[in-house]
């Protein structure tokens, strides 16, 4: 079936310095979809990517969907503390059709002062 | 309603007993989501209903789990004989509709812990 992959699987950074999380897929995707998850708390949606090579730019965070559509990245410039969390990327997966997400492994940031 | 309600927020159960979780999804969505995350872990898909049409049972682990949503607003999930494995947050999410790309907003979830 679909496997989704997120590397690294944890990072700790120091407040200031830069993240980065990639994402990889074992098959082709209609769209990617990235989650962020405070500690104890629930999903919540960041962004969507569609188009082949997009990127999206929130405030210091950048997404980006690779020319393949199977390889996504998000890249934190100056992480603050309030960046901890873990971030989730998803894809549609599996048979049925549908909005039924497959997500990604994870990766955990700890931000540092 | 705002947002998507779960309850209970927190169930311990001996193992053995059924459990039911209960999730109402945010007001006019007709797609609902159950996912499954272990402590540390990832989202593991669960089932998914889709406005009037057969729910994507294609995730539940054994015949022990199983759901309803009825009247396509309120569902449960139900977990019967429960095992200490089973323990997790269950999440429910719910969305506009069903088509590809549609934002999923997920509930705080239920915490399940199986002693």
């Known amino acids: 079936g679909q496997q989704v992959m997120q590397i690294p699987q944890y990072q700790h950074v120091q407040e200031g310095e830069d993240f980065t999380t990639y994402c990889n897929s074992s098959?082709?995707?209609?769209?990617i979809q990235w989650y962020k998850q405070r500690p104890g708390g629930h999903p919540v949606f960041l962004i969507q990517?569609?188009?082949?090579?997009e990127v999206k730019k929130q405030k210091r965070l950048t997404f980006q969907f690779g020319e393949a559509k199977k390889n996504s990245s998000l890249h934190i410039t100056a992480t603050q503390t309030t960046d901890v969390g873990t971030y989730f990327c998803?894809?549609?997966?599996?048979?049925?059709?549908?909005?039924?997400?497959?997500f990604g492994t994870g990766t955990q940031l700890k931000v540092e002062l | 309603g705002a947002g998507v309600s779960q309850s209970p927020s927190n169930k311990v159960t001996e193992k053995g007993k059924d459990v039911e979780l209960r999730c109402d999804p945010i007001?006019?969505?007709?797609?609902l989501y159950w996912y499954r995350q272990s402590l540390g872990q990832g989202l593991e898909f669960l089932i998914y209903?889709?406005?009037?049409?057969?729910p994507d049972k294609s995730g539940l682990p054994s015949d022990r789990f199983s759901a309803e949503r009825t009247g396509g607003s309120v569902s449960t999930l139900t977990i019967q004989r429960t095992q200490q494995e089973d323990s997790a947050v269950y999440l429910c999410?719910?969305?506009?509709?069903w088509g590809l790309g549609n934002t999923i907003y997920f509930g705080e979830g239920s915490w399940l812990t199986v002693v």
């Open positions: 999410a719910s969305s506009l509709s």
């Open positions: 098959t082709t995707l209609s769209n």
């Open positions: 990517l569609v188009k082949s090579g």
């Open positions: 998803a894809g549609p997966g599996g048979s049925g059709g549908g909005n039924k997400l497959t």
């Open positions: 007001s006019g969505h007709t797609a």
């Open positions: 209903f889709q406005g009037n049409s057969a």
